[in-house]
Structure formats: structure tokens, C-alpha cells
């Protein structure tokens, strides 16, 4: 982070009259959250009602009309600086409009877009499948089915990384009605290169994205995404870990998802399914193999979202999102070693959200929102439901 | 010599002759106390020049933003050559105040305020209270044309390229006018409680015409707010001069 600062610092000093224009934007949101107290990875702050805040602020500088450097960095109420964006993009590289971006790239997986921050997001949270921490840790292949009755028991990868930026490089652009990217980046959608411990790359392999997207009409888009790669990082190979003295690489996520933005009028609708495979199966006959599942992890998720803007200032908005795991029937890999399980090997979890924004002036946003969780497959539904009051300043 | 002969070109024989119509425009400010034609000998004209000077810094900021958009879902970041506004699409003349017990009918034909090449054009738009301005998309993507001015809060919701949707101002002062989808898009229209506006050509010449005699508060709007105000005199029958610079 310090280091970005410093070079768009100097920036327009090294640069001299070729760096003519530096912008910096951002959003400031202020919220007051409370969650339900049960056992659940959903709970906000144990339940207790808690003020919490986050800033984001967006540099880029223009070198020229066709080169600028994009930057994004979230800063949060742990006082945790993330630098979540620092592309260099060049526009218009080609006769027909090719585009690249390198460095730490925003991944052309899906239709988030501008969604993923606060003032364009009429809710508290992303879609469940940006948010939900399943039990496949990618760090050292372990399955936490240990405690079927506790939701909160994930702690591994996302289906999809919350932020979806990594390292790596894009190129992209539109043909028409058309719109195309294809994307190598250090690491895998559900598990990215970006905050890793284990160095830059940290699972050897390298994820590869391809995305597809038609605009047949204004207003409708309709999309197509595929993300392969490594998801499990080296620590895996650790001598602890049922993939010991193999290669993670060779155990890739494969992710394809369809989605599909509609708008008119005074209504929108953002949709997008995804079918999930983190192949696990065993392929071969592995001398240091020890207890593995015998099959491939998958997920399917959806993420249906409607937006309605009642008068100029309050709009209205619902969004409804499911994750269904596979079954398994094996000898899992836990922490304190193999145990035979059957069951999907996450719970079935179903997320509605409801917001009603009210637009203070165009700069300011408030928002209040209501969160149902559902998990499936407990004696007891944990009580994870949440409330949010969100203010959110832009400029 | 006549003035074929200097031109090294032929004169035509009168029996091949035709009739050639047409028009000489002499560009420039007419001296004051010089009307520039025909017209009420009760009303008085004013005439000057804008020079501006200082960087018109919106209209920077506007095409940069547009430039750097960077979730481009089914938006190339393309920088195709958009031309920046001009001087007629950011300047407005008017006179403050006409006098308290006078209404003026609005126009019956539509001033427009266009989004082509995600912009709005003009930036600054002038209209008498009670005019009603067209909002047509010349895009091939949707646009959100919404305001939240006190003078007129609305919100036109998306609509396609070759429609266009109507607001009615009706009550003076200042609105503000952006694109919820682009956010860097945006206009102004002032909403104005008399007709002696104007805008000015490229070169910053502008007259205003047909104003009653009296002493006005006459005020430069350039981008974003007005930059200057000055004093003017006018006379029947004559011209007042009033130049402004910024």
C-alpha cells in the first residue's frame, strides 16, 4: 500500500507533462449492524450490536489517452489496509479495440461489477457465493465435517474470492454486440494469489479465466465464465496433509457461470448460477497417499437480484441466493484424522435479502437492510439472521 | 478591372445570366448605440464578449472520468474522440431579475439536452420557468437521467437509443442533472424566471436581444456556477456593451 502512494506520488514529477491528470474518488460507508447470537459463520461481532465502517478509495492516474494505471484500496474498521487493484491498463492497443490491464487485475469472472461497493450495492453483504466460507481449506485439504451441527465450521475457500482482483494479466474488449476477456492470474477464483502466505504465487499453477458476453438489446446482457485452475496452495504438500509428496496443481477448481443483467425503466435485475468443481478425486495410484476422498467436491449456487426505484430518491430491493454441496460418502481428512461421513460435505444454505435505500442527496446514500440465512441439514437452524443501518458517503 | 478580371475568371454573357440569391453575414459586435436591425424602438439590445482564461476544469473532469470507467460490463473503455465542449455548450448570459410582477410565456417548441457519447450536451442548459426540456438518447446504451435539485427532483428511469422522455420546470433556480449508470455524466439547467438569456457563439460573442429599458444585474454561468455579474444600463433603442472575462 505505502508503496502505491509513494509512486503516484512521484508520479506526476517523473512523469512530467505526460502525467497531466490524477483522480482520486472514493466511498466512505458508516454502519450499524446487528446479527442474531447463534452459531454461525453469519454472525456479525458475536451478535452484540456493533458500529463498524469502511473506506474505499479509488486513484488512477491517466498517463496518456490510452495508458492509466487503476487503483483500488479498502481500508476497514481493523484498520487493515488492503490494496485490492493495482492494474495498469492500455486501451485501444490493437485496430480492433483490444484491451489489456496487468498487475493486480479486477477478474473478468461474472457481472459484479460496480456492485461490489457499498453505494451500488443496496444490500450489506455480496452474494452468498462471494461470501460463504466453505469447509474445503485450501491451505491443507482438510474437511471440518467434524462438527456437522455447527454452520460455523467452514473456514476455507470461497466459491468465489470476495473481491475477485488477483495478479496476473487481461486482455479484453467488444466486437460488436459482443464482449470478450480471457485472464491468467496467479491463483484460482476461489482461492487468489493476493493474500497469501505462502509467496506470490503460492499453488504453482496458474488460473485461467475466459468470460463471453452478448448485449442482444439495451438493457439485456447475457454472459458465460469459466475459471480453471490450482486452488490448493503448497501447504498442502506439507507432510500433515492427505495430498503430501503430490502436486496441487494437479487438483484444479473448475467453475463455469452463466449470468445475465436486465434494466429498464425504473427496474434491474442481476442474475448468475454457477456450477462448481473442486476435483478431488483420485485419479491414480499414489504411494504416500494416505486418507483422501475417493470423489470430486462440487456446488451449485444462484444469486437472483431485483432492483426497483420507487421515486427518484428510494428504491427498493430484494435478492435471493442458494448454495447446494454434493453428498459424499468416504473417509474424510479432518483435524484429528480420518473419519467415515456421509452427507454433503457442506450445508445446503439459503440467503434473502431485502434493502429499501433513500437517497440523502446524490452523494449520500442510506440504507437499511434485513438478512435471513437458512442453513439446511442441522437439528437446529442457527439464529444468524442480520440487521443493518448503512450510510454511505461517495465523492 | 472589374473584380471577374482579377480573379483571372470569365464574366458570362448576360443572355446565359441567372438569378443568384443569397446572403452576406458580417461577423463581429455592432458599435454600441448601433441596433443591429429593425426592432422595437422601446427595447434595447446588449452585446459582448466572453474571454475565458482560467481551465474550464469540469469539462476536464467530466471527459477524464468518462475516459477512466473501469467495470466496463458491455462498455468498451475505448477513448474514441469525443470533441470537449465547446463555448456554446458551457456558457450562458443572463439578466438576474426583469422585474417581480411580470410572467413570461414559456416556449412552445422543446429545448433538449442530449446524451450522446456518454455526455449530456449542452453542459449548461437555459430555459424559462415553465419550459419543457426533451431528454432523447442518442446512445446505444441506456442512460438514468435523474435530479435531486429543489427546483425539480425527477428520475427518468433507463430507456434505449431514439427515445426520449419530458420534464417541465416550473419553478426557478438551479438543477442539477447526472446518469445514474454514468456517474461522471453531468449538466446543468437553469431554470430561469425570464426570457434574457442567451448563450454565447464559440468565439464568447453573445447579444441579447429585445431588452426592456432598465438597470440589470447581467450574470456569466460558465461549467459548474456563475463566475461573474456585472451592472448594465440598457436604453431604448440602443446598444449596451458589457464583455466579461474569467
Known amino acids: 500500500m505505502k508503496y502505491a502512494l509513494v509512486f503516484l506520488c512521484f508520479l506526476p514529477v517523473t512523469a512530467g507533462s505526460l502525467c497531466a491528470q490524477i483522480e482520486v474518488t472514493g466511498q466512505g460507508s458508516a454502519a450499524y449492524v446487528k446479527s442474531e447470537s447463534g452459531f454461525s459463520q453469519y454472525v456479525f461481532d458475536n451478535g452484540r450490536p456493533t458500529f463498524t465502517w469502511r473506506f474505499d478509495l479509488f486513484a488512477d492516474a491517466r498517463i496518456s489517452d490510452n495508458f492509466s494505471i487503476l487503483t483500488n484500496t479498502r481500508i476497514l474498521q481493523d484498520e487493515v489496509i488492503h490494496l485490492d487493484y493495482f492494474a495498469l491498463r492500455m486501451t485501444d492497443i ?89 485472464a491468467l492470474t496467479n491463483g484460482m477464483i476461489s482461492e487468489t494469489g493476493v493474500y497469501s502466505a505462502q509467496g506470490l504465487n503460492a499453488n504453482r499453477g496458474m488460473g485461467k479465466i475466459i468470460r463471453l458476453a452478448v448485449t442482444p438489446m439495451t438493457g439485456l446482457t447475457i454472459g458465460v465464465s469459466y475459471a480453471t485452475g490450482a486452488f490448493m496452495d503448497d501447504q498442502s504438500n506439507d507432510s500433515g496433509s492427505a495430498f503430501y509428496k503430490e502436486d496441487p496443481t494437479e487438483y484444479p477448481q473448475h467453475i463455469v457461470m452463466g449470468d445475465v443483467d436486465f434494466s429498464y425503466g425504473y427496474f434491474a435485475l442481476y442474475a448468475q448460477a454457477a456450477y462448481n468443481r473442486w476435483q478431488l478425486g483420485r485419479t491414480g495410484d ?96 442457527p439464529e444468524d439472521d442480520l440487521f443493518v443501518i448503512q450510510t454511505v458517503f461517495s465523492f | 478591372m472589374n473584380l471577374f478580371q482579377k480573379l483571372g475568371k470569365k464574366a458570362i454573357p448576360a443572355s446565359f445570366a441567372a438569378w443568384v440569391g ?100 449542452p453542459l449548461v442548459l437555459p430555459v424559462l420557468v415553465g419550459t419543457t426540456v426533451d431528454f432523447p438518447n442518442n446512445d446505444k446504451v441506456f442512460h438514468n437521467v435523474f435530479s435531486y435539485s429543489q427546483p425539480k427532483e425527477f428520475d ?35 431554470v430561469l424566471e425570464n426570457p434574457y438569456f442567451t448563450v454565447p457563439d464559440d468565439d464568447g460573442i453573445f447579444i441579447l436581444r429585445d431588452v426592456p429599458p432598465g438597470t440589470y444585474q447581467l450574470s456569466l454561468w460558465f461549467g459548474r456556477k456563475k463566475v461573474s455579474t456585472k451592472s448594465v444600463t440598457v436604453r431604448a433603442n440602443e446598444v449596451s456593451a458589457v464583455n466579461f472575462s474569467y
Not at chain 1, 166 to 182: C, H, M, N, R, S
Not at chain 2, 159 to 167: D, E, N, T
Open chain 1, 94 to 182: 490493437t485496430s480492433f479495440g483490444l484491451n489489456a490491464q496487468a498487475g493486480l487485475i479486477d477478474l473478468p469472472f461474472g457481472n459484479l461489477g460496480d456492485r461490489r461497493f457499498p453505494a451500488d450495492n443496496p444490500f450489506f453483504n455480496l452474494p452468498l457465493m462471494n461470501e460463504h466460507l466453505t469447509s474445503l481449506c485450501a491451505s491443507d485439504y482438510k474437511l471440518w465435517v467434524l462438527v456437522p451441527q455447527f454452520a460455523i465450521q467452514g473456514d476455507g475457500v470461497r466459491l468465489l474470492d470476495q473481491g475477485l482482483y488477483d495478479l496476473g494479466v487481461k486482455l479484453y474488449g467488444t466486437a460488436g454486440i459482443f464482449e470478450y476477456a480471457v
Open chain 2, 156 to 190: 427518468l428511469g433507463r430507456y434505449p437509443q431514439g427515445r426520449s422522455k419530458s420534464v417541465t420546470f416550473d419553478r426557478p433556480g438551479v438543477v442539477s442533472v447526472y446518469c445514474e449508470i454514468h456517474q461522471y455524466m453531468y449538466a446543468t439547467i437553469l
Open chain 1, 286 to 381: 499414489y504411494e504416500s497417499a494416505r486418507w483422501r476422498l475417493n470423489e470430486d467436491l462440487t456446488a451449485f449456487a444462484y444469486s437472483v437480484e431485483a432492483r426497483y426505484a420507487v421515486t427518484p430518491r428510494i428504491s427498493i430491493a430484494a435478492r435471493a441466493g442458494e448454495l447446494l454441496f454434493n453428498s459424499i460418502s468416504d473417509f474424510v481428512p479432518t483435524f484429528s484424522g480420518p473419519v467415515y461421513y456421509t452427507g454433503t460435505w457442506d450445508h445446503n444454505t439459503f440467503r434473502l435479502e431485502t434493502g429499501i435505500g433513500y437517497h440523502l442527496s446524490r452523494e449520500a446514500l442510506l440504507k437499511l437492510v434485513y438478512e435471513w440465512n437458512r442453513t439446511y441439514g442441522m437439528p437446529v437452524d
Open chain 2, 22 to 121: 443569397g446572403m452576406i453575414l458580417f461577423e463581429g459586435l455592432m458599435p454600441p448605440g448601433m441596433m443591429s436591425q429593425e426592432r422595437d424602438r422601446t427595447l434595447g439590445e446588449i452585446h459582448g464578449k466572453i474571454g475565458i482564461s482560467g481551465r474550464d476544469e469540469l469539462t476536464e473532469e467530466i471527459m477524464h472520468r468518462r475516459m477512466m470507467k473501469r467495470y466496463d460490463l458491455g462498455e468498451s473503455p475505448s477513448n474514441s474522440m469525443v470533441p470537449a465542449y465547446r463555448l456554446s455548450e458551457e456558457a450562458v448570459v443572463y439578466i438576474e431579475s426583469a422585474g417581480d410582477s411580470v410572467t413570461y410565456e414559456p416556449p412552445e417548441t422543446h429545448p433538449t439536452l442530449n446524451q450522446r457519447d456518454l455526455l449530456f450536451r
